[in-house]
């Protein structure tokens, strides 16, 4: 009998699926779910489905892969990626077959699709300099494998985007017979552009440490240094294009994606609304303001947060709007002064890539009061701006992590708060707002509740 080993991160939209055809496979006796603590409903579909739903004690794929392996009950384990449904009929017939008609020790899966990106730039020419005989493999960073159990127990699970590769790669130096097999088609979803360089980076280490560690005088010091010439010049040539290829829209979230300001919202539900008035009346520095406005969230609970955000309505194109900018290969991203928590259900809500908020701290479910200002908020050598706390800062920090220049972005908010991120992106648009500073400042203006105006300007530049 097989036991199948599914390690998972908010895995909710397909891992009941995959269970279920899992247990569906005569040759499946035991499914083992093991999850990286999600913080969606994985955990319970995936038992509800009738795996045994295993806690990860850290997050990371090889732990989860390790976990599970130790344990399984069956000689023959497959591993599967928790993210695809559906899954081709017979899939797991056809990794385990060689294994149980004594054909292979270890199989690994490919499908119908072409090879990713690390695949085709990374892997296949540092395996055909350090491996070459594994450059037969079509997919070698494929996470459906199967293998026996004692061999696999003698593998090194890194705890990367390496792991895959790295169980190929002592499978070979064990001398075992692997085989690869095509499972069919499947719809695999691409890894978001800005990981490839944390992946490439990931693979390349495990395959090059392993050949360091037990193949002596395959990798010397001149051939690391060439190696590495070469991908210092590959980084900027593909850092350049990036910077010229790639756009970016940021949204404030108060009184622009939503038709009102969060912490009004919450100080009319929990009475401290004079409070919140004498505040900003009285302080006038940024910092000490952001923090005092957070005393008077104390005690209130993450659900009190969640029910307020809920019941603020949104622009009603918010979601049309995000998606079509995205259809068109803009990154969306809420750059916003309230906090985290409350942004981050609003960028789901839209289909949003990135949040950069305060951090409100929490105890037991409860607001400590206390807030933790990102450093990204805070001036920097490079910074653009004057201003010892500004969103400028923050669109800039994703500007430098997303690879987009400050020209190729737009970006949209409503108060004076606003007015320097907006003057300093490159088509900065004031919405909906009363402030003639941020007004003058802006490229242009949106007075309506509406972004299709932001809309249209993308699709100009396109």
Not at 189 to 202: A, I, V
Not at 289 to 299: A, Y
């Amino acid at each position: 009998m097989v036991t199948v080993i599914i390690p998972t991160l908010n895995e909710e939209k397909s891992i009941g699926q995959i269970v279920k055809d899992c247990l569906s496979c005569p040759l499946v006796n035991e499914v083992l779910v093991v999850d990286d603590n999600s913080e969606d409903d994985t955990q319970r579909l995936a038992a509800a489905a009738g795996a045994q739903v295993v806690i990860s004690r850290k997050r990371g794929k090889g732990i989860s892969m390790r976990e599970g392996l130790d344990l399984a009950r069956n000689e023959v384990v497959v591993f599967l990626d928790g993210d695809i449904d559906p899954y081709p009929p017979h899939t797991i017939e056809n990794l385990a077959g060689p294994l149980l008609r004594n054909e292979a020790d270890f199989v690994k899966g490919s499908f119908s699709r072409n090879a990713g990106r690390v695949t085709i730039l990374v892997a296949k020419p540092l395996l055909s300099i350090f491996y070459p005989e594994l450059g037969r493999f079509e997919q070698p960073l494929s996470g459906m494998v199967a293998g026996r159990r004692a061999l696999l127990n003698k593998c090194t699970f890194y705890n990367d985007y390496g792991v895959d590769i790295g169980i190929l790669i002592d499978m070979h130096l064990m001398g075992v017979r692997i085989c690869e097999v095509n499972i069919g088609y499947i719809e695999n979803k691409s890894k978001p552009w800005e990981s490839l360089g944390k992946m490439s980076r990931e693979v390349s280490r495990a395959i090059i440490t392993k050949a360091q560690r037990f193949i002596p005088g395959t990798v010397d010091e001149d051939e690391l240094q060439r190696l590495e010439i070469i991908n210092s010049e590959m980084n900027e040539v593909l850092e350049a294009q990036l910077s010229s290829m790639r756009r970016m829209v940021a949204l404030d979230m108060d009184n622009t994606i939503l038709r009102g300001r969060f912490i009004d919202h919450m100080a009319a539900r929990f009475g401290f609304s004079e409070a919140l008035a004498q505040l900003r009346q009285q302080e006038k520095d940024p910092v000490i303001l952001t923090k005092r406005i957070g005393l008077l969230l104390k005690g209130r609970t993450f659900e009190d947060m969640l029910d307020t955000i809920r019941a603020i309505p949104m622009v009603d194109d918010i979601r049309e709007v995000v998606t079509a900018l995205r259809g068109q290969g803009y990154l969306v991203g809420i750059i916003s002064n309230s906090y985290h928590v409350v942004c981050d259900y609003v960028r789901k809500q839209i289909g949003a890539d990135f949040v950069l908020a305060n951090r409100l701290e929490f105890f037991e479910g409860k607001a400590t009061g206390e807030v933790n200002i990102p450093s990204y908020f805070f001036a920097a050598p490079d910074s653009t701006c004057h201003h010892g706390l500004c969103k400028t800062h923050a669109l800039q920090y994703a500007c430098n992590k997303y690879h987009v220049s400050l020209e190729n972005c737009m970006a949209a908010g409503d108060s004076a708060d606003d007015t320097c991120m907006v003057s300093k992106a490159g088509r900065g648009f004031a919405f909906c707002t009363t402030d003639e500073g941020l007004r003058q400042a802006a490229w242009a203006t949106i007075d309506e509740p509406s972004f299709q105006a932001l809309l249209q300007a993308a699709e100009e530049v396109n």
